[in-house]
Structure formats: C-alpha cells, structure tokens
C-alpha cells in the first residue's frame, strides 16, 4: 500500500515568505503528496494569511487543509469560515483547540477541540475530512496520561476521521500511544508529525516550547558539534529518517512533515525513504 505523504506550512505575512513558500510548495509537489496544510495562528491570527494560501494551492490543483482552530472564536465566526472553504471546493479541516495568544483572556465560545469537531459535524455534515491532534508524550497541559488519551477519544468520537501527531524522536512512544489507542476503541488513523532538523538550537526552542521531548544521546550528539551546521544537518537527517522507517515498519499510515516552509529536508529525507508518489 502507499505510504500517505503530506507537508505542513505556515502562512507567510512578507512578500519575500510567500515567494519563498511558493517555491517550497513547488518542489515538494513533486513526490506527490496526499495534501499540503496551512496553520492557524493562535486566536486566528492568521486566518486571511491561511486562507489566501490555501485558495493559491487550490488553484494551482492541489488538495489542501486549512487548519482551524477554536480558542478566541464564536460559533459564528467559524460556521463563516466552514462555509466559505465548503464552497471552494475544500474537503479536508485540521481542527485545533489552538492557544491563546499573548494577553488575550477571552477564550470564545469553544473550549476545547472536540467542540469545535462535534460542531463542524453538525454544520457541514460529512462535508470535510477531520484531521485532529495526538500526542504521544502527551499534551503538556494535561494532567495525566490518562487524561491526555481520554482527550483524545473525545475527539474521535465527536466526528475525527484522523490523527496528526506532535512531532517527537522515540518511536517507542508512538507505539505506545497506538496501542493505547486502540485498546480504548480508537481505530482511526493515526499519523506520525515529523520534524526535519536543521538547527538544533531551534529544535531545542520548539521542543521546549511544546512538551516534546529530544532523546539524551541526541541532544549530547548535536551539542558536540557546536556551530558546524553541515554536521548537523547531515546527522539530523540521518536521525528523522531512522526514524520514519522504524516508524513505517510499526504500521504507521503515513508521515506528515512539518516543514518550516522549507523543501530541502523534508526531499532528502522522502528520497532516502523511496515513498514518492511521482519521480523525484
């Protein structure tokens, strides 16, 4: 069967980052991805820089998911925005709990993401394909990993088709996480978020910023190379892409790459793999 492949990007707010991403767009087109994805900034931030790069990729024939998120929006809000990409054709949604953004104390009408699934569910029907969040070290806000799990089953059962994860480096977690999953009732797909590593000092930012979690060994390999990037760059690449085969061999049903809005990693690596759909 053939490995699902899809790219994630963030809306770019400077003439410079939409040509940048265009060109990202471009070459990672051509493995063939099942979809791009555009994010959502916190408290929809983004959302007309979101839109206007998900109708630019829906115009060039691309399938494209716009993610949505809920915290900071009303019903109203979000029944527009539904309706709106309903009627230019799109048929795929991540939906987010998203966050807050900074001095914002409003969290609208939603308070969690299986309320803003349950009310896609009811508005649009079986309209869009659901993707939703997993997270296999689990959410840094929740209190347990009970909890966490249980979170998760609540978005499924509101109406989730599917599951992207948080991006983590232990595929031991990942198969314990499905295990989970599936021991409480939960058979829908769940996909691997993988992160390229490019910079390590970045990574350790993201990492800390949402709860992942980069291995000892990993982190004592990359802080002994110091600043010469190429090594770094060549033994993340070396690392993802263990990774993602160990994670193929254990079933997963695809990879969704966060890019960055960058296509050198995320080719390197879907090349070493052999999973295009169309030649390289």
Known sequence: MQTEISFEFFPPQTTEGVAKLRAARARLAEVGPTFFSVTYGA????????????????????????????????????????????????????????????GMADTGEFRYANELVEFIRAETGDTFRIEVAAYPEWHPQARSPREDLLNF????????????TQFF????????FVDEARALGIDIPIVPGIMPIGSF?????????????????????????????????????????????????LGAPGLHFYTLNQAALPLEIVRRLGVARARL
Not at 169 to 176: G, T
């Open 169 to 176: 480096y232990n595929a031991d977690a990942y198969a314990h």
């Open 43 to 102: 408290g929809g931030s983004t959302r007309e820089y979101t839109r206007d790069i998900i109708m630019e990729m829906i115009a060039e024939g691309h399938a494209a998911a716009p993610h949505l998120s809920c915290i900071g929006s009303t019903r109203a809000g979000i029944r527009n925005i539904l309706h709106d990409y309903r009627d230019h054709g799109i048929r795929r949604l991540v939906a987010l709990r998203g966050d807050l953004p900074s």
């Open 201 to 249: 000092s970045k990574l350790a930012r993201f990492a800390d910023g949402c709860g992942a979690e980069i291995p000892r060994w990993m982190r004592r390999k990359f802080e002994s190379y110091g600043d010469d990037a190429e090594s770094i760059r060549a033994f993340g690449l070396d690392v993802v892409t263990d990774l993602c085969r160990r994670l193929l061999d």
């Open 153 to 164: 089953k609540r978005k499924v059962a509101a109406g989730a088709d599917a599951a992207i």
